[in-house]
């Protein structure tokens, strides 16, 4: 047996390509059953090692789907080969029990015998698989058929798995199923001509306690909060719109900006650029250290590897700018505020995470979940830059940079949920990024978008190297993970 094709995602260019080979390939021996198996029993055998010993626990593994073709009966077929592929198939299900899915599949013409494939799926279904034989005849539209089912079934049968973690209220039970989610109105969108949107005001003073401070990273994982004056001279507190104009799945973002007295209307009013407030989507204790602290976090370790990544950019030959005047775009994180106003009544302590307010349009490049801009519709940015290596989409940029902090940190972690705007105001072109996801092997170390061992695998799943990954000398997603499986 011999692998073609490994790290594929089931989708139609994989379908295409089973399509052509019949165009590039013809059989040179007889059809054994049992190597193939051996192969396959190898390659799953080395994945879930791999899995469990970064700490996922069986409930947490992926669903195992084989899809095993044949044109008919196998060349070993021998009272030993069905006692031997009896044992893979066995050895298999009752490791993998219901995260197996066995989909056999005979490419042939009436009457061909596929009575073995069928006895492969009834003992998967016998040992706690889950398994299903299909004749799907000679016609590419009869493949074609057959492909779909085996996807809608492989979808069917996540689902499943998925809806066994949620709870009575058909909620996910994980870390947020215990919360509440706060009451809120999205900010009218558009352009909203003589109307003021509705505000909250705090000023520091009888009512109010007002501080802000700056979280700052002292190395070695090392942080602290630094209380620093206000962003504008003069301010005496902040007004936040009532109604907020983004949500994420923790965090709400609303407008918001420092307010100074003016003596001539004895009122106060805004003062310097309009910035962004964060607060938790959920009712909770919202103080810098209970909630505030993990995402500050987050930010401030991606923007020191930002900026190791950045140098490594300007060390790299073959990624310096064909013209002179320009140069690549650098990836740079938002520092962190956060205001926090204590009720001098109450005593009770809130805060908000403020940024700056970005400039341009608002992008996500890529995500926990393995998401990744323009994967699915084979299209990128426009902006373009001409380096030593060629022309490169400036966004590859901000996608290698997940690649190089894989490889950086040994394959403990990546910097993922990359978004934000391409600023080009400047001189030179820089990426500025917010609300990052850190995923880490042994975590969750990093909030609640640090997705463990699951979150890495998403982001290989679906990376695909261009010629920063290559300019910066790091090994294609499917090579590194070679280098692991040898390792263990």
Excluded at 37 to 42: A, P
Excluded at 83 to 103: A, D, G, I, M, P
Aim: with cysteine; glycine share 8%.
């Amino acid at each position: 047996a011999k692998v073609v094709l490994q790290m594929e995602p089931f989708d139609w260019i994989l379908f295409d390509r089973l399509c052509r080979r019949p165009n590039t390939t013809r059989p040179s021996f007889h059809g054994n059953y049992n190597e193939s198996l051996k192969c396959v029993e190898s390659m799953i055998f080395d994945e879930y090692t791999k899995l469990a010993e970064d700490g996922v626990e069986h409930k947490d593994m992926p669903t195992f789907s084989i899809v095993f073709l044949s044109d008919g009966r196998p060349s070993d077929c021998t009272r030993a080969d069905t006692e031997q592929r009896t044992t893979l198939l066995q050895n298999l299900t009752q490791l993998l029990s219901s995260k197996l899915l066995f989909y056999a599949m005979g490419v042939g013409a009436n009457g061909a015998d596929f009575g073995v494939l069928s006895s492969m799926v009834k003992i998967v279904n016998e040992n706690g698989g889950e398994g299903q034989f299909v004749h799907a005849g000679l016609s590419a539209v009869a493949l074609s058929s057959t492909f779909s089912d085996i996807s809608n079934t492989l979808t069917t049968h996540r689902t499943t798995l998925l809806s066994s973690t949620k709870g009575a209220n058909n909620l996910p039970t994980d870390n947020a199923a215990g919360k509440t989610k706060k009451d809120f109105t999205m900010r009218e969108t558009g352009k909203i001509v003589g109307k003021t949107m509705p505000v909250e005001t705090y000023i520091h003073g009888k009512e109010y306690t007002i501080k802000r401070f700056r979280f700052e990273n002292k190395g070695a994982q090392r942080f602290s909060w630094r209380d620093v004056k206000f962003a504008n001279h003069g301010a005496i507190g902040f007004e936040k719109e009532i109604h907020p104009f983004g949500k994420g799945s923790e965090r709400l973002a609303f407008r918001f900006s420092e307010v100074m007295f003016d003596k001539k209307t004895k009122i106060a009013k805004k003062t310097g650029k309009t910035m962004v407030a964060k607060t938790s989507i959920h009712i909770e204790k919202e103080t810098k250290e209970d909630f505030h602290e993990d995402f500050c976090r987050v930010q401030s370790v991606s923007q020191d590897l930002a900026e190791k990544f950045n140098d490594a950019v300007r060390k790299a030959p073959s990624l310096a700018a064909a013209d002179k005047a320009t140069r690549p775009p650098e990836l740079q994180f938002m520092l962190c505020h956060v205001y926090s106003y204590t009720n001098n009544v109450t005593k009770e302590e809130k805060a908000l995470l403020v940024e700056k307010k970005l400039p341009g349009k608002f992008t996500k490049y890529n995500s926990n979940n393995g998401y990744v801009k323009g994967a699915k519709e084979g299209v990128t940015d426009t902006r373009t830059i001409e380096l030593e290596c060629g022309k490169v989409p400036l966004e590859d940029f901000v996608q290698a940079f997940s690649h190089w902090v894989y490889v950086h940190s040994n394959h403990n972690l990546i910097v993922c949920d990359l978004q934000g705007v391409l600023n080009e105001e400047g001189r030179y072109p820089i990426f500025q990024l917010t609300d990052p996801a850190i995923c880490t092997r042994k975590g969750p170390r990093y909030g609640k978008t640090d997705m463990k061992i699951n979150g890495i695998r998403n982001f290989c799943r679906t990376h695909r190297c261009g010629l920063v990954c290559k300019g910066l000398g790091l090994k294609c997603i499917p090579s590194l993970l070679k280098d692991r499986r040898t390792m263990h």
